[in-house]
């Protein structure tokens, strides 16, 4: 089944909750990647001078630009059943800073359990999967501009 208005309304919504407090699970967020990928604190221009995860307005704009990809990617599949990668530079970025394919899980899992938190009561398996599926079809647009 494609992708529905009832899934998109469940990111939107869950998204809200995390702007709410956007310096908590920013940091949150980061700190589920580095937990299951210490290495890649290097690979962040923010983080790598800094002691453990640190808020800054970088670190904060660039998760907020992540979650906000993964709502936009939502919106593209419940409208045309495809998400088209807006910025064509970002296969090449990543690259550049040394992603590689195992990143994109561990990212995932850290953005689900950051849903997770930022939801509270409202959190359901149907919440999660709606996020999972859109940042599947966003991860793997990356990943194709990657190869
Ligand atoms: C940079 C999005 C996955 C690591 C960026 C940028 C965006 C972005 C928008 C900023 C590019 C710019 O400089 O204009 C995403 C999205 C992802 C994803 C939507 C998944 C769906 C990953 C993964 C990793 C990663 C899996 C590896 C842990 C980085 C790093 C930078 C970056 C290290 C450069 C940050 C800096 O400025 O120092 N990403 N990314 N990204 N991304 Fe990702
Ligand atoms: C991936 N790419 C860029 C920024 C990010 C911020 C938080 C988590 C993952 C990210």
Redesign the pocket.
Same mark, same amino acid.
């Given at each position: 089944m494609g992708y529905t208005e009832n899934q998109l309304v469940l990111v939107n919504g869950s998204l809200e909750s995390i702007k709410q407090n956007l310096p908590q699970y920013s940091v949150l967020f980061y700190t589920f =990647?580095l937990e299951k %990928?210490p290495a890649?604190k290097g !690979? $962040?221009? $923010?983080l790598k001078d800094t002691a453990g995860v640190q808020h800054s307005p970088q670190l904060q704009a /660039?998760a907020e +630009? &992540?979650f906000g !990809?993964v709502s936009d990617s939502a919106a593209q599949l419940l409208a045309k059943g495809e998400v088209v990668l807006g910025?064509a530079t #970002?296969g090449a *970025? /990543?690259i550049q +800073?040394g *992603?590689v394919g195992p /990143? $994109?899980e &561990? *990212?995932k899992e850290a953005l689900l359990k950051t849903v997770k938190e930022a939801a509270g009561g409202k959190w359901s398996e149907e919440l999660s999967n709606a996020w999972e599926v859109a940042?599947d079809e #966003? %991860?793997a647009t =990356?990943k194709k501009a990657m190869s």
């Open positions: =990647i %990928a890649a !690979m $962040f221009s $923010f /660039h +630009k &992540v !990809m910025d #970002l *970025v /990543h +800073k *992603v /990143h $994109f &561990v *990212v940042y #966003l %991860a =990356i």
